[in-house]
């Protein structure tokens, strides 16, 4: 059985390690940071670093790439689409690839960038979702290069996985989304639970993530955009009515990034 953690670098990101105990051998998800990865592995000698999964090419998520390679040999999977530091593996949408003993499916995912790409592994009870900065805990990542459309395509095609499934996003951003989930749907009552949950968790400092399909589709306004009471508030907003789901997607991307 595969453990995660999380090792936090920056302000913000969280480097996810996963580790299988039986070989005590490790994976490392989009370490924008080498030195919380080194660290961890000076103090579990035994362990080692096999694989570097990336979702995209930005520095928060690859700045540790080349170092932790050089220092481990460990192998680097990321997308064809970008340029990634120290890349051995290419991937393009629908591969599949064995990381740890454990399938995982790769779904392309552009919005936040043109190439981003996202890694599923199908096991029971709960399925794992690495999806970088693409599908957030009750947000989703900025349009720095795709368009609305694109990424309402990709959270849709996100948004079709079991309910079971877990998020293991980059950032913790949660309690910022929580408050503009609210702003969209003040009524929403698992809006209004999971904000003072996570609020409570925040100020012990305690990690947000992972979440799980089933409470995003819940609370999370962007996978939300067929819900009426949604629809209307982006329509308020932009002073006109957004005829489609990907339009309402569009009017809160571009509230929320004033938000
Ligand atoms: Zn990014
Ligand atoms: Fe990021």
Same mark, same amino acid.
């Given at each position: ?49 096999? #694989? ?42 629908? #591969? ?43 947000g989703c ?7 609305p459309e694109?990424m309402h395509h990709s959270l849709g095609?996100?948004t ?21 989930a609210?702003?969209v749907e ?30 995003e589709r819940?609370?999370n306004p962007f996978i939300r955009t067929h819900e009426t009471s949604v629809k209307e508030k982006a329509d308020?907003r932009t002073?006109?009515?957004n005829p489609s789901p990907s339009a309402v997607f569009a009017a809160l991307r571009a509230w929320k990034?004033?938000?």
């Amino acid at each position: 059985m595969i453990q995660i953690d999380a090792l936090p670098a920056f302000t913000d990101n969280y480097i996810w390690l996963l580790q299988d105990p039986s070989s005590k051998r490790c994976a490392v998800v989009d370490p924008g940071d080498a030195a919380p990865v080194l660290g961890w592995l000076e103090q579990h000698p035994d362990w080692q670093l096999t #694989d570097i999964l990336v979702t995209h090419h930005h520095h928060d998520h690859v700045g540790g790439v080349a170092q932790l390679k050089q220092a481990t040999g460990a192998r680097v999977l990321g997308p064809a689409a970008e340029s990634i530091p120290a890349r051995d593996v290419a991937l393009v949408d629908n #591969d599949r690839i064995n990381v740890l003993g454990l399938d995982f499916d790769v779904y392309a995912v552009p919005g936040h960038t043109l190439g981003h790409i996202a890694f599923y592994h199908a096991q029971t009870p709960a399925p794992l979702l690495f999806c970088g900065d693409t599908l957030f805990a009750a947000g989703c990542g900025r349009l720095f290069e795709g368009t609305p459309e694109q990424m309402h395509h990709s959270l849709g095609r996100l948004t079709e996985l079991p309910d079971s499934t877990l998020v293991y996003c980059t950032h913790e951003y949660t309690l910022s989304n929580l408050r503009f989930a609210q702003a969209v749907e003040p009524h929403n009552t698992d809006i209004a639970e999971r904000l003072a949950q996570v609020s409570q968790w925040r100020s012990e400092n305690r990690i947000s993530l992972p979440s799980n399909l089933a409470l995003e589709r819940l609370t999370n306004p962007f996978i939300r955009t067929h819900e009426t009471s949604v629809k209307e508030k982006a329509d308020e907003r932009t002073g006109t009515s957004n005829p489609s789901p990907s339009a309402v997607f569009a009017a809160l991307r571009a509230w929320k990034d004033k938000f």
